[in-house]
């Protein structure tokens, strides 16, 4: 058992149970076509699929963060999230939000004005030095996630002596530094697909429970990635299976949250792998 809790809008959430995250992405440029959702009625019924099926959180994003992924202005970006953000706000105010940026304005307007919950930062402070600032203001929960470069660039900054360890000092310094800026509800995302190599995705996987050591809840991203589709030879569609083998082994491993595409098939993981461990 974690006996981790989540602070989301003054409610102290149990991680004794790990919480299945749904991906909601309002872009047009997702590296998995099926999860672009452009239109309010095409929002609503991934909403509705993504509650129906088990999901605890829902997670928006207006900006792939796919390798070689084009750069969106900070204006569209927002745009794209207002559409998703409205509609939550108003037909499913008791659904936590978490806003995939890393603008410290979008973070901001998001939590102000449309009431998130969480703020899921792909590059760590990286790519806009006031995040670590609005976060501190804003008392939400930060998601601090491992990435070198931008989305860009990314795949071309994978050379670590050591992966795990690198990953391992970045948190670590992070870490401290949110600490001093008052920022306790901190979840860590090792980045998997995100500045590494498909070796190193399976290595940090593989070591995966080195990072509960940080005390802090964990998250893994790794939804039809392409981890999977490559070592199998496959397609992002075809990833379901390989998806839910890597969840299986996340949460023997010390995962606390998914973020998935496939919200049924991670409940049903989730709901296996407490059967089995449960004492």
């Not at 207006?62 to 559409?83: F, K, N, Q």
């Not at 008392?139 to 690198?166: C, F, K, S, W």
């Amino acid at each position: 058992m974690s006996h981790k809790l989540l602070n989301l809008k003054g409610t102290l959430v149990s991680l004794d149970k790990p919480l299945v995250m749904g991906i909601l992405n309002v872009t047009p440029d997702s590296f998995y076509a099926a999860s672009r959702k452009e239109t309010e009625a095409a929002i609503d019924a991934r909403i509705c699929t993504i509650l129906s099926e088990g999901g605890g959180l829902i997670d928006v994003g207006g900006y792939s963060s796919r390798p070689g992924a084009a750069d969106v202005p900070e204006e569209e970006e927002m745009r794209r999230l207002s559409l998703a953000l409205r509609l939550l706000q108003a037909h499913y105010p008791e659904v936590p939000v978490s806003v995939d940026t890393f603008r410290a304005n979008v973070a901001t307007r998001s939590v102000n004005e449309y009431g998130a919950a969480i703020i899921n930062d792909i590059s760590g402070g990286e790519l806009d030095e006031a995040m670590f600032d609005a976060v501190s203001r804003l008392q939400v929960p930060y998601i601090l996630m491992h990435m070198r470069g931008t989305p860009r660039v990314m795949q071309q900054q994978t050379d670590y002596a050591d992966v795990r360890e690198a990953v391992m000092l970045y948190f670590a310094e992070k870490i401290q530094r949110l600490h001093l800026l008052g920022v306790n509800d901190i979840i860590l995302d090792p980045g998997f697909g995100f500045s590494k190599t498909l070796e190193q995705n399976y290595e940090l996987m593989h070591h995966l429970r080195e990072l509960t050591e940080f005390d802090l809840p964990l998250l893994v991203g790794i939804s039809r990635k392409s981890m999977i589709y490559k070592l199998l030879d496959s397609t992002p569609e075809e990833s379901l299976n390989g998806t839910t083998v890597l969840h299986t082994f996340a949460l023997l491993n010390g995962a606390d949250i998914l973020r998935v595409h496939d919200v049924r098939a991670a409940v049903e993981a989730v709901k296996i792998v407490r059967q089995l461990t449960m004492k």
